[in-house]
């Protein structure tokens, strides 16, 4: 099994460039240890995340960070210009030299895509749009698609990846749609929750995965060619009272910031549609 | 959340992986209200007392 690093970035106690020279050093150590990948929320108006253009941050890990692979986690599509996002795709895989893991989602966050003005009826037609949109120009020479929301014509695209035909696409799902859709389209897979919820999540996925015939950019390096993974907020100290001291506040203000919009917006309709469980501040040794 | 000894996690650690069938642990060990200093010593342990011994999952 491999292991790879999460990151919301959430807002804590010190100034946020203070915040931002930590994490740095944090992925370096990481890198250091061997982990995979370190994989980047992207969330929106909310002290949950305070790196909303993942891009710019991942850029500077790049260049804190020499073997551990990086990308988003995910980057809401509906929420950019397809044609810049795959300029950014190939800056970024140039930048790290061929590390850059894209994940891609519609944004599970109603709050967040509205403040952007995003219906979140219409966010998975514009996310496969975008999808389809982005796979066809990191590939093209002169870009054209046509597509309901999206259209180019005769496109110069001089940039390229470093990895052909581009890097590989990762999906985290919190639901049975978005899973099965991952797996129809051989993406590398996440999951989060209790580990019953994850493995609805995971099973589905393994399903349409199976059906298509595999992962369609494998990786060698994970059994099977898929990645299949779970989100574990993780504490490792000397004795488990030490690890439950620090692991308790830290948990109970990540959980503050996880559901600070959902808690803003709770009387509102919005709220009704935010398919997530509210993880609640009970806390267990074995569930996130 | 799985917090404790490196025993203590690598117990769930291979629980969870049978249940689930997973073949990558997206680890989140720095969140939240820690320090710096207490996520590197987390890193540490993490990553010379679980690391090798769930490699083989």
């Given at each position: 099994m491999k292991v790879g690093l999460f990151d919301h970035v959430e807002q804590a106690d010190r100034p946020l460039a203070t915040l931002f020279d930590e994490r740095l050093t944090f992925a370096a150590a990481a890198d250091e240890a061997g982990i995979y990948c370190l994989h980047v929320a992207e969330h929106h108006c909310?002290?949950?995340?305070?790196?909303?253009?993942?891009g710019v941050y991942l850029a500077a890990v790049a260049r804190a960070t020499r073997r551990m692979r990086l990308g988003p986690?995910?980057?809401?599509?509906?929420?950019?210009?397809p044609l810049r996002l795959i300029e950014e795709i190939c800056m970024l895989d140039q930048l790290s030299h061929g590390r850059f893991e894209v994940g891609v989602g519609r944004g599970v966050s109603p709050f967040e895509l509205n403040y952007h003005k995003i219906d979140h009826d219409q966010s998975r037609d514009i996310f496969i749009d975008a999808f389809r949109c982005i796979s066809a120009g990191l590939t093209a020479e002169t870009f054209s698609y046509t597509g309901a929301h999206f259209n180019y014509k005769d496109v110069p695209m001089p940039l390229r990846p470093v990895q052909q035909p581009h890097p590989a696409f990762w999906y985290g799902s919190s639901n049975t749609i978005g899973a099965t859709w991952a797996g129809e389209h051989g993406m590398h897979f996440l999951s989060l929750g209790p580990t019953s919820f994850a493995k609805t999540n995971i099973d589905a996925f393994r399903s349409a995965l199976a059906k298509r015939g595999g992962?369609?950019?494998?990786?060698?390096?994970f059994r099977g060619g898929t990645a299949i993974g779970v989100l574990r907020n993780i504490v490792v100290a000397d004795t488990d009272v030490e690890a439950h001291r620090i692991a308790r506040p830290a948990m109970t203000h990540h959980l503050d910031m996880l559901n600070w919009l959902r808690d803003m917006h709770?009387?509102?309709?919005?709220?009704?549609?935010?398919?997530?469980p509210r993880l609640s501040k009970k806390i267990s040794r074995t569930e996130p | 959340m799985i917090a404790g000894t490196p025993d203590t996690v690598i117990a769930v650690i291979e629980r969870q992986t049978a249940e689930l069938g997973i073949n990558y642990l997206l680890s989140y060990?720095?969140?939240?209200?820690?320090?710096l200093v207490q996520a590197l010593r987390s890193l540490q342990l993490f990553r010379t007392e679980v690391m090798p011994r769930i490699a083989h999952l």
């Open positions: 909310t002290p949950l995340n305070m790196v909303p253009v993942p986690l995910v980057y809401l599509l509906p929420l950019y210009s992962a369609a950019f494998p990786k060698a390096e709770s009387s509102s309709d919005l709220a009704a549609r935010l398919s997530v | 060990l720095f969140f939240g209200e820690m320090t």
